[in-house]
């Protein structure tokens, strides 16, 4: 007869399932073991909202993939570096991010006396910057433009610390030019940038608040909404024809309504123009919630900084842009040239901005039947929404290659 095993039986190879104790020693065991510690991360971003915003929906993005119990460890390890006289002493700390800050003054577009004092403090910003670095130990340093981004990319290349400069421009502004040859990689914008970097570039978009991406298409419908914004500073010369436009446009009965945010400098002044001529506008120094703003809004009067475009395409808003005309590189206006050439705004350099060219963008605009809605579908079909994932991916990459 051929061999025999019992069904209460088991073979001698077959090893015997472990007991309860057991099962709990190996789970206490578990519980004892060091959980990894995350990636350092120190961003780079300060003085504008254009640099700030975007690195903290990257800095989000990283929070979001970790997991419920290991998110306050995550960001926590995150940095950001900025000054003490930027928009980033407030907005930073209160999306719960730390900030550690520096002396810093720029120098591009600065001449005379100034230009000199700004360069005396260029020492003494490279040196609080080496030492920010030694005490927190990056395993990656993001920066996004700025004058603080050069000292702080050039000091972390010189440490061997993984760099990676998020470029939103269609052309890079100086700072960014001057570092190409030293960074690890670029997160470029737009494909036309990428030129710029050669093979540390990746085309990944412009990263966006979520908020933005979630905006639905708005009915148009009288009294017409526009949003004018200058940028987080503000814009005078911005500030200084809207209110006439505006008053052009009530003298001709065009059904709009004004929301105007001026920047704390000229906020007085722009509110009381509105109000000599009688316009119920709604003027604000900053707005807190643009993503909202951008929601109610049927038509957006922007400059066109790389953030300005990327969350009109995110919201998929038609707008008037402004180019900034006071960067030697004109990378706002090549930023307002891809828009318009796809149909989603129209553009006004500033030596040609009167009332009278303004008011009349706007009238044909918000008067012209279904424009705003196939403008904003020319809009959104330049997102790139995947944008923070992408550059979130890049970071713990080059962040993982450094710890091996």
């Known amino acids: 007869m051929g061999a025999h095993i019992a069904l209460n039986e088991e073979p001698d190879t077959v090893a015997a399932s472990p007991g309860r104790e057991e099962i709990l020693e190996v789970e206490k065991l578990i519980e004892m073991k060091p959980r990894p510690r995350p990636l350092r991360v120190m961003m780079v971003a300060g003085a504008t909202g254009g640099h700030i915003f975007p690195a903290l929906t990257v800095a989000e993005e990283l929070v979001a993939r970790a997991s419920p119990d290991s ?3 995550v960001r926590r390890s995150l940095l950001f570096l900025g000054t003490t006289r930027g928009l980033e002493s407030r907005v930073i700390p209160a999306a719960g991010f730390t900030l550690q800050t ?3 003054a720029g120098l591009k577009g600065i001449s005379g006396w100034q230009r000199l004092a700004n360069l ?5 910003t490279t040196m609080e910057t080496a030492r920010v670095l030694r005490n927190f130990g990056p395993d990656v340093v993001v920066g996004v433009g ?3 981004a050069g000292p702080a990319m050039l000091e972390a290349a010189l440490m061997n610390v993984p760099t990676l400069l998020i470029e939103p421009n269609a052309v890079p502004g100086f700072t ?3 570092l190409a040859p030293i960074v690890r990689a670029a997160a470029v914008g737009f494909e036309k940038a990428a030129a710029y970097y050669g093979a540390k570039a990746r085309v990944t978009g412009h990263p966006v608040r979520k908020a933005f991406l979630e905006i639905g298409a708005k009915p148009h419908v009288a009294p017409f909404t526009v949003l004018i914004v200058g940028g987080s500073q503000g814009s005078r010369a911005i500030n200084d024809c809207a209110p006439k436009s505006a008053s052009l446009l009530i003298a001709k009965k065009a059904p709009i309504r004004v929301v105007h945010q001026t ?3 000229d906020y007085n002044v722009v509110r009381e123009a509105y109000r000599e001529r009688g316009i119920d506008a709604e003027v604000c120094a900053f707005i807190d919630d643009m993503p909202k703003a951008f929601a109610h809004a049927d038509l957006i009067v922007s400059r066109a900084g790389a953030s300005a475009v990327a969350e ?9 842009l402004i180019p900034f005309p006071g960067a030697t590189d004109q990378h706002q206006l090549e930023n307002a040239r891809v828009m318009e050439q796809a149909g989603a705004a129209r553009v006004i350099e500033q030596h040609n901005l009167t009332p009278e060219r303004l008011a009349a963008e706007v009238e044909e605009l918000v008067g012209g039947g279904d424009q705003l809605a196939q403008m904003e579908r020319r809009a959104r079909g330049l997102a790139r929404p995947d944008a923070a994932h992408r550059i979130a991916d890049w970071i713990i990459e080059l962040g993982n290659k450094k710890r091996g």
């Open 312 to 320: 009109l395409a995110a919201a998929g808003k038609a707008a008037v």
């Open 120 to 124: 005396m403090v260029l020492p003494k």
């Open 71 to 73: 998110r306050e460890d």
């Open 102 to 104: 520096v002396a810093a």
């Open 263 to 265: 920047g704390e400098r």
């Open 146 to 148: 700025g004058y603080l």
């Open 176 to 178: 960014n030019r001057v």
